[in-house]
């Protein structure tokens, strides 16, 4: 076997975490691979696996020789992608994890469709922690940091959150002035359905946290009943901007206590290191900085004036 697909087989047999994970991807026996493993860790004269019956874990030198294969191998991509796909256009099949919330993200999606109608694109919508390598994505979309070294990743952009209710909710309720007045409001609340926690509104004085002990009237593991409910006028929930974009512009929604709120999180999109950027890849990340985030309309804020 060539020398480039030992390494190869090593690096899935690493990532995959065995012999037959390594072999179900590469299309080979079990015992093939391990006898590739055997002859490299004979010609380097070091063990690159720890093994036994239940695990196999590398040793200290098969973690620096992983970091150098996939080195390795992601210039070789580099290469032969520039050769081979330099006047082609982006195409294939890419596979994306979104958050949940990622279904609000679909005028954009769709706008990359109409974009690269030759890329096929297989959308994975979940909280989940989805392990990038091992279930075989191209790419996926998060919020937050990043903490797995295995992968690259990109910043598409930040948001804030809007506190918004509609405008019959205000006339009949009144208009909260200050983030302690929300105490005498119906709050409906966003619910992590991972862990079951509430999601915090991100609260803020003179860029201090506020931290304020909130009614619950209603909780959702999702956010567009908490859309619909804000719009019908049963109470005030707080959601992502881009989520409630749409419903301010067109008036469904108002956006109050817009001056305490804190910058809330960030976009991501993350790619194995080991695997090189290829076009599809490369014109989706573009895309969706570009278009991910609209403008934020200032028509419908409300701060301490009525609504209406």
Request: hydrophobic letters at 40%; one cysteine or more.
């Amino acid at each position: 076997m060539d020398k480039l697909g030992t390494l190869s087989i090593f690096v899935q047999a690493a990532e995959g975490g065995s012999f037959v994970a390594a072999s179900q991807r590469l299309g080979l026996s079990s015992s093939a691979v391990g006898k590739a493993i055997a002859r490299l860790e004979q010609e380097m004269g070091v063990r690159l696996f720890h093994r036994s019956t239940r695990s196999m874990t590398l040793t200290e030198e098969g973690s620096f020789f992983l970091d150098t294969c996939r080195r390795v191998l992601s210039e070789l991509d580099r290469a032969q992608a520039q050769l081979s796909r330099s006047h082609s256009e982006p195409h294939g099949l890419l596979r994306v994890s979104f958050p949940l919330t990622g279904m609000l993200l679909m005028p954009a999606i769709s706008a990359f469709m109409k974009a690269y109608p030759d890329i096929t694109l297989d959308l994975d919508f979940t909280d989940r922690l989805v392990d990038v390598i091992e279930e075989g994505f191209d790419a996926v979309v998060r919020t937050g940091e990043v903490r797995d070294t295995r992968l690259m990743s990109r910043k598409l952009g930040s948001f804030r959150h809007r506190i918004v209710a509609s405008t019959p909710y205000l006339e009949r309720e009144g208009i909260p002035l200050v983030p302690e007045d929300l105490s005498s409001h119906r709050c409906m609340h966003h619910r992590f359905a991972n862990s079951g926690k509430l999601e915090p509104w991100p609260l803020a004085r003179s860029g201090k946290d506020l931290r304020i002990a909130l009614p619950t009237t209603t909780v959702a593991s999702t956010l567009e009943p908490l859309i619909h409910l804000a719009e019908n006028g049963f109470g005030i929930t707080c959601l992502p901007h881009f989520a409630v974009a749409q419903q301010i512009e067109q008036g469904t929604l108002v956006s109050i206590l817009q001056d305490f709120t804190a910058e809330a999180g960030v976009f991501r999109v993350l790619w194995p290191t080991s695997r090189y950027l290829s076009p599809k890849i490369r014109v989706f990340v573009d895309f969706m900085a570009d278009n991910l985030f609209v403008p934020e309309r200032t028509a419908a804020h409300v701060n301490g004036q009525k609504a209406g």
